[in-house]
């Protein structure tokens, strides 16, 4: 509370300085029991592994969570769709090509329960969900109770921690974000991280106010405004509006800067400044248009055309062919694939659980190409690639582009979720990455404290790293095995080490 309420700043990260970080385990509520599985999970959780039940008598009427019993259920409402997202999406899929594998990736900007995302898996859409923590309690930590990806998140002073060009789809529904204001700024950061080509959903107010102006509790002329804003800024960055109806407006963004006429781009649209489309971290949204990589014609997709999903899992990233990731070539990326698929086989064969549905939210610490993602890609799971912001390359435009998601992360610091919300955890490498740079202690520590009792962990280093590893992790009371590496190859050398979060 001591941080400025401007730009919702006291709502984003602030991390502890070294001398206040806590050296502990965060032992699980009274009751826990294990999450159900998915698809169960999504309807269905236990009232004891997240005991909060301000949002239920809150948001009652728009059938977000009931309480029944010792657990909550999901109807699947929303704010803006209280008959359940299944409607609300067949609304939007009745104007954006949702089901045909050309929108694979979607950010739910001030997600709630993340309902929206939830259903989406229907689709074949992997949505990254975020909401700040705030007075609607644990809303972060019931959608990934659900199985449903999400962290803890706002859009404030801070860029998003994603690469430019990442989603096919942006979505707010009564996101509570003042897209009119700043210049314009949230919208340009929308911008930044939509493919071009993609499409962003806004629904509630203002959207809609001729008719429910009343509802809303706002004057006709303030919500008239307010759109006009909206529409000025949307005009700015070219995008396409292409409908508005029963409260639901969509936009969609420009293929390329040479398809924005003279004429329409507004001299006030200032370009940023070229930087890598990954040097996000902790720094400022700017009031600029992100500029596209460059095109000989009016007609091709700036960056590069996708194929659909699940072609587009294997097929090379735009990226990678035109050689925007340094050290990495086709033929690189294509060894990736395969020696992560003896990986993943042989992951599978030490651990008979890791493909029946048991693991449902996992995590790559150090994702690279995310080839381990898309080895084990399955509707029983979803996989955070993590590349971390110390990383030599940053390849998430990569993992984007293959249809997968992700996030920028420093591993000395704590990650933006709750305790208890992923099932596995594999790590390669990340001990060595960070040797020098924080205690061995700050990661485990983290590690153990967003798994689950009772979930695995997985760690590929050097010999001597994993050595130090094993103590640690033997002194958090992990049940620990340690195997020799399966393929040898160019990846970090060494074993793999088993490790199993028990309940304190």
Same mark, same amino acid.
């Given at each position: ?78 704010? #803006?769709?209280? *008959? ?6 067949? /609304? $939007?899929?009745?104007?954006?090509? =949702?089901? !045909? ?122 919500? #008239?405004?307010? *759109? ?6 949307? /005009? $700015?960055?070219?995008?396409?509006? =292409?409908? !508005? ?260």
């Amino acid at each position: 509370m001591t941080f400025p309420r401007d730009n919702m700043i006291y709502r984003e990260r602030h991390c502890p300085p070294d001398k206040e970080k806590l050296y502990c385990l965060i032992p699980a509520p009274k009751g826990y029991v294990a999450p159900f599985r998915w698809p169960k999970s999504r309807d269905f959780v236990h009232y004891a592994n997240v005991p909060h039940k301000s949002l239920t008598v809150e948001k009652a009427i728009q059938n977000w969570v009931h309480y029944e019993g010792n657990v909550f259920r999901f109807p699947g409402g929303g704010t #803006q769709f209280p *008959q359940g997202a299944d409607k609300y999406i067949d /609304q $939007l899929a009745s104007v954006i090509p =949702i089901a !045909e594998g050309k929108v694979r990736t979607a950010l739910d900007t001030g997600c709630g329960v993340a309902s929206l995302g939830a259903y989406l898996f229907k689709k074949n859409v992997l949505t990254i969900s975020f909401a700040p923590r705030d007075n609607h309690e644990a809303q972060v930590q019931f959608a990934l109770e659900r199985g449903v990806p999400a962290y803890i998140g706002v859009l404030g002073s801070i860029k998003l921690p994603f690469p430019s060009r990442a989603f096919d789809m942006a979505h707010c529904s009564r996101c509570l974000i003042p897209w009119s204001g700043n210049d314009g700024m949230y919208m340009m950061e929308v911008d930044r991280v939509l493919r071009p080509g993609g499409y962003w959903v806004l629904s509630g107010p203002p959207i809609g106010w001729k008719i429910y102006y009343e509802g809303w509790q706002h004057s006709k002329e303030d919500l #008239q405004n307010e *759109q006009r804003k909206i529409e000025q800024f949307a /005009q $700015l960055l070219c995008w396409k509006k =292409i409908s !508005e109806k029963d409260g639901i407006a969509i936009w969609r963004k420009r293929l390329n800067d040479k398809s924005c006429s003279m004429k329409q781009y507004n001299p006030k649209g200032v370009k940023c400044g070229l930087t890598s489309d990954s040097d996000v971290w902790y720094k400022k949204m700017e009031v600029c248009i992100d500029p596209l990589p460059n095109v000989n014609s009016v007609s091709k997709v700036a960056g590069g055309q996708l194929e659909p999903f699940p072609k587009r899992l294997y097929a090379v990233p735009p990226r990678i062919t035109l050689g925007s990731v340094p050290g990495f070539s086709v033929q690189s990326y294509e060894e990736d694939n395969k020696l992560w698929q003896k990986y993943v086989e042989a992951y599978k064969n030490t651990n008979n659980l890791l493909d029946t549905g048991r693991y449902r939210n996992i995590m790559d610490m150090n994702a690279g190409l995310g080839s381990f993602a898309a080895a084990l890609e399955s509707p029983k799971l979803w996989v955070m690639n993590v590349v971390p912001t110390i990383a030599n390359t940053s390849t998430l435009g990569v993992i984007y582009e293959r249809g997968l998601i992700g996030m920028y992360h420093d591993w000395c610091e704590g990650f933006s979720t709750y305790p208890r919300t992923y099932d596995l955890i594999h790590s390669n490498g990340i001990f060595s990455l960070y040797q020098n740079k924080c205690q061995f202690e700050d990661i485990l520590l983290e590690m153990d404290r967003i798994l689950r009792p009772e979930g695995a962990v997985i760690i590929r280093d050097k010999v001597d790293v994993l050595v130090k590893v094993e103590k640690i992790a033997n002194a958090m009371r992990w049940k620990t095995r340690l195997a020799d590496h399966e393929v040898t190859g160019n990846l970090v050398p060494g074993c793999v080490y088993w490790g199993e979060n028990l309940p304190v």
